[in-house]
């Protein structure tokens, strides 16, 4: 692609995301984003196959953003502690951040199969990086789909106050750790302890998501642990 050619799609992707803002992904059409583009659907489709591409995209953007800070986290702490970490600030994040929590859950809810890719791509990734499993092993004893399936019905249920993220993180982890046969007990009182220590008291609840994650020009700040 030239230069104008690239410049034209980070600006479909930066208008598209202020659309799913403001609206949300479902009432978001390909119409409403070639019209704040100034161009064809054509020119669209040139660059995204559809709607549901798009959606990936900033689903992808936000999670490599969020993997990335947890890896730099697991740089200084022991690997299982990043599985808290990663879960914990991605629920932490959403429930300050309500316009892209219900974005994140309207794709979820409507986009099928594109955002299955997206959540076997990362979660294949960060379970090698926690557990050091083989791919097989990865095939064989994780569910992905009901993982994902997990995550939102508790990401939603943040939202909606019926539980805390340490009630989530908890219940992520402790479904995690039964696939992988870890007897140890996290209990909620020491998640909320290491929320406090490693995410609130060190910086990371100055991250914004439209800012930090999804614009062009994102380079998030990684407090040191």
């Excluded at 992707?13 to 659907?41: P, Q, W």
């Excluded at 490599?64 to 800070?69: A, G, V």
């Excluded at 594109?114 to 097989?136: C, G, P, Q």
């Excluded at 939102?152 to 340490?166: A, F, K």
Aim: proline residues 1%; hydrophobic residues 40%.
């Amino acid at each position: 692609m030239n230069k104008k050619e690239i410049n034209l799609k980070q600006d479909i992707l930066k208008n598209a995301i202020d659309l799913f803002y403001e609206n949300g992904y479902k009432k978001t059409t390909m119409r409403s984003i070639s019209d704040a583009n100034s161009v064809t659907h054509v020119a669209i489709y040139w660059h995204y196959k559809n709607k549901e591409d798009l959606g990936a995209e900033v689903i992808r953007r936000y999670l490599s953003r969020l993997y990335d800070i947890s890896m730099n986290f697991n740089r200084q702490h022991p690997a299982e502690s990043m599985l808290i970490f990663y879960w914990a600030l991605h629920f932490y994040l959403n429930i300050r951040d309500k316009k892209f929590a219900h974005f994140f859950l309207d794709y979820c809810s409507n986009a099928g199969e594109a955002f299955m890719d997206v959540v076997y791509e990362f979660s294949d990734t960060i379970l090698k990086n926690i557990f050091r499993y083989k791919d097989t092993e990865i095939k064989k004893g994780i569910d992905f789909q009901a993982l994902s399936k997990i995550g939102i019905i508790l990401l939603q249920s943040c939202i909606d106050e019926t539980c805390g993220i340490t009630f989530a993180a908890k219940y992520i982890c402790d479904f995690i750790g039964s696939i992988n046969h870890d007897e140890v007990c996290i209990t909620e009182e020491q998640i909320a302890r290491f929320i406090r220590d490693n995410i609130e008291s060190i910086g990371f609840n100055e991250l914004d998501i439209k800012r930090d994650f999804l614009s062009i020009e994102a380079t998030p700040v990684l407090p040191e642990g």
